[in-house]
T-cell receptor, first 112, second 110 residues
């Protein structure tokens, strides 16, 4: 298996633009997580899906952030409009039940 | 190819013991290295981050060292407790991407 796949790997955009991050979880996994990592705040869980249904989105910072999982093999995290303080590394991870969680390589977002 | 390995894969120790977890990476051109803790059914918790220019970082009973030239990092846990039982992951930031190790599953027995 190729592992968790994220795209793009790097994104540089201007403030106010819409940003869409994509994730393909490991086939067969039923849980998907979106994390954000910054030097200031460390690693934060943004949202957690189970069987394509959002279970906990309490970590989503504000209404500018939205996440979807239309099927078991694809998820998106959208920021609209983007702001400089959204600059971070965004990780997607997947797992099967309570077993080990596998992380993607991350998307490094820079908002200027 | 950038690879991260961790040994041992699993470790079981009695409470109170000091222990060392090992992480090796093939490409020494790193930005930083992080140690994470993963609890069953939960997400990751970042424990320590070592910048490429640093040799070690300490937080409480945890101490992480970094030797870029040899491609190694160690996580030292002093006076282990049952609450330390978890999987410990090493992750290397290469700027272009993060590469995670497979983890060491630690059990601390009371």
């Amino acid at each position: 298996d190729a592992g968790v796949i994220q795209s793009p790997r790097h994104e540089v955009t201007e403030m106010g633009q819409e940003v869409t991050l994509r994730c393909k979880p490991i086939s067969g996994h039923n849980s998907l997580f979106w994390y954000r990592q910054t030097m200031m705040r460390g690693l934060e869980l943004l949202i957690y899906f189970n069987n394509n249904v959002p279970i906990d989105d309490s970590g989503m910072p504000e209404d500018r952030f939205s996440a979807k999982m239309p099927n078991a093999s694809f998820s998106t995290l959208k920021i609209q409009p983007s702001e400089p303080r959204d600059s971070a590394v965004y990780f997607c991870a997947s797992s099967l039940g309570v077993f080990q969680t596998y992380f993607g390589p991350g998307t490094r977002l820079t908002v200027t | 190819k950038q690879e991260v390995t961790q040994i041992p894969a699993a470790l079981s120790v009695p409470e109170g013991e000091n222990l060392v977890l090992n992480c090796s990476f093939t490409d020494s051109a790193i930005y930083n290295l992080q140690w994470f803790r993963q609890d069953p059914g939960k997400g990751l918790t970042s424990l320590l981050l070592i910048q490429s220019s640093q040799r070690e970082q300490t937080s409480g009973r945890l101490n992480a060292s970094l030797d870029k030239s040899s491609g190694r990092s160690t996580l030292y846990i002093a006076a282990s407790q049952p609450g330390d039982s978890a999987t410990y992951l090493c992750a290397v930031d290469y700027g272009q991407n993060f590469v995670f190790g497979p983890g060491t599953r630690l059990s601390v027995l009371p």
